[in-house]
């Protein structure tokens, strides 16, 4: 909103006419009320804050409060407030318990609850960012208010107190109203273009996949979190593991269960998805099938899955099946999959990927509890494979973008030193990336068609725009304050990604490095003898 005010009726209540510094700053007044006039010299003022003045007695016009009882993550939370009901982040800081002993005297009047709640998740959504410029990107133009009290963003210091004074839980309860409202736009409406299988009973395809993230390497997230690998923690850096389940269609977060990464990934994996499935049970449900990888999780575990929804797994070469059937029409057969005492009827799509020409060498095995082979052939299922890729792999790599890297090699890094704040960020960082992918598919469902091209006239999809402008356009408006809701998601509908190009590498690298390429000539495979030196002497 910009407001016009004639300039020769604003003007300064202070008797010098001028402000003489911080300590004497004051707003300009309004001196009447004519009409604008085509020609007049007119001021265009953006509205910052709506408060109650406080007028002190040599004039000067101040306004009450301070920002942190006005910023706000702008269309991170406009967009949240429909879903889950208005003033969220409020609600759960009036909830949230405060060590007084962390939290004293004049921090106090730096920072609030809420708004350090809002600090720590826009933290996520700014690499490198210190506290302090994270703490200034959120006060935006609110910290050229001239405030009753003066106001200046807090050091970073105090805002680790404050981050040890919240502790994890208000930022948890924030990212289960987040994830959880995701979860029912799903249940609902979806998405345009969701990816789905089946003819007579559609399915909607989700995806589950682990991840790692490494941490800082203080004592207690050592002793805490342990290293991956190595069996006496002696690894580089500690990591959590991760489970996120996605959407295959726009990559939406639906949960994320996390906990120390173990030295062994079968069995650190295993243990959350048994934590998901009994801490989010609606996420199982018969309208859903669930795409997961090679990273075996028991016949047990995929009997109790496909109880409540469906699943289509890649097998490892090393899980033995039993046929118990001729091949079917579809190409696929039945067998069993056995094992801790437990057997679990399936069916077998079995197939080869030619590339260019060249044959992959290794076959995919895949396994479904959809019997029908009408209703879900084998191709079909085949095809719907492919999108574990987007739905896991490709969401994380949007999502983790934020995180920063550290240490000799790259890959995404959480910033807090001990166990509890670690939960907190990454609690902050599973709410930010929520609310992002929700504003992106408002942006979808706004855009207009593309007009030319193999898009043109279709609905623009979620994965059709850019995460990475995205993030940008939030944090921007976030810095600029009371920004059109509208403008940010047209502004996100404006870049679109070229996708569905099947592109082919011979090589890929999840974490590119950060200096130059290297020619062609000087990346050429050459094939030589290994050549061991030991005493000075080869071997």
């Known amino acids: ?74 269309p991170l939370e406009e967009r949240l407030g429909p879903q889950a009901g208005p003033g969220v982040i409020g609600g759960i800081a009036g909830r949230a318990p405060l060590g007084a002993r962390f939290v004293k005297g004049e921090r106090e009047r730096l920072l609030a609850r809420a708004f350090m709640i809002r600090v720590i998740v826009l933290m996520t959504l700014m690499p490198d960012a210190r506290p302090g410029d994270v703490i200034a990107a959120l006060a935006g133009d609110l910290a050229l208010v001239p405030w ?92 959590l593991r991760a489970l996120p389940l996605t959407c295959c269609s726009c990559r939406a977060l639906f949960a994320m269960p996390h906990g120390p990464a173990g030295t062994d990934k079968a069995a650190a994996e295993q243990s959350l998805l048994d934590e998901a499935m009994d801490r989010y049970p609606a996420l199982f449900s018969p309208g859903w099938i669930w795409l997961m990888d090679r990273n075996y999780h028991g016949a047990p575990r995929i009997a109790r899955m496909i109880a409540s929804t469906h699943v289509l797994i890649r097998l490892k070469s090393d899980i033995p099946l039993k046929r118990t059937s001729e091949i079917l029409p579809g190409c696929s057969y039945r067998a069993e999959l056995s094992g801790d005492g437990v057997t679990v009827q399936v069916r077998v799509i079995e197939y080869w990927v030619t590339v260019e020409g060249q044959e992959v060498p290794e076959m995919f095995c895949l396994v479904t509890d959809l019997m029908d082979w009408e209703d879900y052939p084998g191709p079909e299922l085949a095809s719907l494979y492919k999108w574990r890729w987007d739905g896991s792999e490709t969401a994380l790599r949007e999502a983790k973008a934020p995180l920063r890297g550290a240490g000799p090699g790259t890959g995404p890094m959480l910033r807090s030193g001990s166990p509890a704040l670690v939960r907190q960020e990454l609690a902050a960082w599973a709410a930010g990336v929520g609310m992002t992918r929700g504003v992106v598919l408002d942006a979808a469902l706004a855009a207009a068609p593309a007009r030319k091209g193999r898009t043109a006239g279709l609905p623009v999809r979620p994965r059709d725009l850019s995460f990475a402008r995205a993030l940008r356009a939030v944090v921007s408006a976030i810095r600029i304050g009371n920004t059109c809701y509208q403008a940010v998601t047209s502004e996100i509908g404006k870049y679109r990604n070229v996708v569905g190009r099947d592109r082919h590498r011979a090589r890929k690298s999840k974490s590119p490095s950060s200096f130059a390429h290297a020619t062609a000539k000087d990346t050429a495979t050459r094939i030589v003898p290994a050549i061991v030196t030991m005493a000075n002497s080869p071997a």
């Open 148 to 239: 009753a009290r003066p106001w200046r963003p807090a050091s970073a210091r105090a805002a680790g107190d404050w981050r040890n004074a919240l502790g994890p839980v208000p930022l948890e309860e924030l990212r289960d109203l987040v994830l959880g409202s995701a979860w029912r736009e799903h249940q609902g409406a979806g998405c345009s273009g969701g990816v789905t299988t089946g003819k007579r009973r559609p399915l909607r395809a989700g995806s589950l996949d682990g991840t790692l993230l490494r941490v800082p390497d203080t004592p207690a997230n050592r002793a805490f979190f342990g290293t991956v690998g190595t069996g006496d923690d002696s690894g580089p850096y500690p990591c």
């Open 1 to 74: 909103m910009m407001v016009a005010v004639p300039l020769e009726l604003v003007a300064s209540p202070l008797k010098s006419g001028r402000d003489l510094g911080e300590a004497e700053r004051s707003a300009l007044v309004i001196g009447g009320t004519d009409r604008v006039r085509t020609g007049d010299c007119v001021v265009f003022c953006k509205v910052v804050a709506v408060t109650e003045a406080r007028v002190k007695r040599d004039g000067q016009v101040r306004a009450k409060g301070s920002p942190v009882h006005h910023a706000t993550l702008g």
